[in-house]
């Protein structure tokens, strides 16, 4: 049996793992990375990249709509077809990229089936025979499964979960969807759906549509509206007490005693542990009462030397915190414990009829650390970009202390806001915190300088105050 002796052993190539693969190479260290699947995970076979893809396509759809009569005139209508096949060839040649981009960095990829048989030994069972892998350290980036409804049962035909939604759509949309999940990936799928032509419905558990605390209350409430404007049907309070596959539809009962027929329904209420694949119970593993792998700061396990990131060990469940866990875990691994995890550093970006973007401290999270916040609302109806792209639908939200002028977070709503957040997120990390967007020269007219001008009367404000004690932001790095 042939053995290979490396520093770092990453299982899993998802978002996470390859990203910590590429970061323990960067540091110095021989680097393996083992996959059974598909490389690139959840991600971008069947979440985040085919789901932008067509996101955006039916964001121009939607955009269409508001300039017929203003610069547009005419038919313009979703082409499903056309939209999966332009979402599969960019899945597939981000696909046959990733490989390249690992071996410049001198990572070598095993295909297998790894399983743990101690701290530092990996066995490695794929299609060339089996091996060994030898490694000091072990980064764990397997991913976790959708999470099932037992009232829900998926068939992947009807009754579909997060990772089948994507591949599940054909030539033809469903003529009505219920959408089970007020989250992410139930807002977003209503969204594309409903502008490709199909009727959908949201139904969730909570009071509120994307249940987060750094997601601002008027940025929930914004997107419901705008939801049920474009024709999707949110039902709030409320669960599914059965459904069941009759036909070429699904009968649906609800908690409040009514029922409706469905041709398609998403099961979209998150993620939990896959089965034990990897002999991490064997090993002695500590794993929370869902099954999570439990890890400290370092995102190192209770097996010394062992790591892990993303959806394995729970905590936030997008691809952009397992991104940050593989900076982490691959720096941790490579070069020892020095870097700690902090997803209050991680924006949360959500791709609907109003995009979503927030990151750090909202208002109530940072008054229950003990902050004195402060809101700077700036609405996009004053955007001069805005006017000009007839989109004044939107606002920015800023949070500071307003004792200090310490950056804490901020949540925007509307267009731009998948990029326009990492402005937010360079304040709340520059030594120069709150003050940081006045140092900037901004294109004109853009969403930037709107910052930037809002921000002008609170910072005034805070230099006159007699308390005022400037402090940068929250995430900036020490002197």
Request: hydrophobic share 45%.
């Amino acid at each position: 049996m042939t053995t290979t002796v490396c520093d770092v052993a990453v299982i899993g190539c998802g978002a996470g793992g390859y990203r910590a693969a590429i970061t323990a190479a960067q540091s110095g260290a021989l680097v393996v990375l083992i996959e059974n699947e598909r490389v690139g995970g959840s991600c971008l076979n069947y979440a985040c990249v085919p789901k932008k893809a067509l996101a955006h396509i039916a964001t121009v759809l939607c955009q269409a709509q508001t300039f017929m009569g203003a610069g547009l005139k005419g038919q313009v209508s979703g082409d499903l077809p056309a939209a999966i096949a332009f979402k599969d060839k960019v899945v597939a040649d981000l696909r046959r990229g990733l490989p390249m981009r690992l071996k410049q960095h001198a990572i070598e990829m095993i295909k297998g089936q790894a399983r743990l048989l101690n701290p530092h030994q990996i066995h490695v069972d794929g299609p060339d025979g089996s091996r060994v892998i030898e490694a000091r350290r072990i980064i764990l980036a397997t991913g976790a499964a959708p999470r099932a409804l037992a009232e829900v049962p998926v068939d992947h035909e009807f009754i579909v979960d997060a990772d089948s939604f994507i591949p599940s759509l054909s030539v033809a949309p469903a003529a009505t969807v219920l959408c089970v999940g007020g989250g992410a990936l139930g807002v977003e799928a209503a969204f594309l759906l409903q502008e490709f032509g199909s009727e959908a419905t949201i139904v969730t558990r909570g009071p509120r549509l994307v249940d987060r605390p750094v997601v601002s209350d008027r940025a929930a409430a914004l997107l419901e509206r705008r939801l049920k404007e474009i024709g999707v049907v949110v039902r709030k309070g409320l669960s599914v007490r059965q459904a069941r596959v009759v036909g070429a539809g699904v009968d649906v009962e609800f908690s409040d005693d009514s029922t409706a027929r469905f041709d398609r329904v998403l099961v979209a209420v998150g993620r939990e542990p896959r089965p034990d694949d990897l002999g991490l119970q064997a090993l002695g593993l500590v794993c929370d009462a869902r099954g999570f792998v439990v890890t400290n700061d370092y995102l190192e396990t209770s097996v010394p030397g062992i790591f892990a990131i993303g959806d394995l060990k729970g905590g936030p469940m997008t691809a952009a915190a397992a991104m940050h866990d593989g900076r982490v875990a691959g720096e941790n691994a490579a070069c020892g414990n020095t870097r700690k995890r902090n997803y209050n550093q991680v924006p949360l970006v959500l791709d609907s009829v109003v995009p979503i973007a927030a990151v750090g401290l909202s208002e109530d999270m940072a008054e229950a650390a003990g902050f004195t916040p402060d809101v700077v609302y700036i609405p996009f109806g004053g955007s001069v970009k805005a006017r000009a792209h007839n989109d004044s639908v939107g606002f920015i939200e800023i949070v500071y202390d307003e004792e200090t002028g310490q950056m804490l977070g901020g949540c925007i709503a509307g267009a731009g806001a998948d990029e326009l957040v990492h402005l937010l997120v360079a304040a709340c990390r520059s030594r120069r915190g709150l003050w940081s967007f006045t140092d900037l020269d901004y294109g004109h007219p853009s969403w930037g300088e709107d910052m930037g001008a809002a921000l002008d009367p609170h910072l005034v404000k805070l230099l006159r105050s007699a308390n005022t004690l400037f402090r940068p932001g929250i995430y900036a790095a020490a002197d």
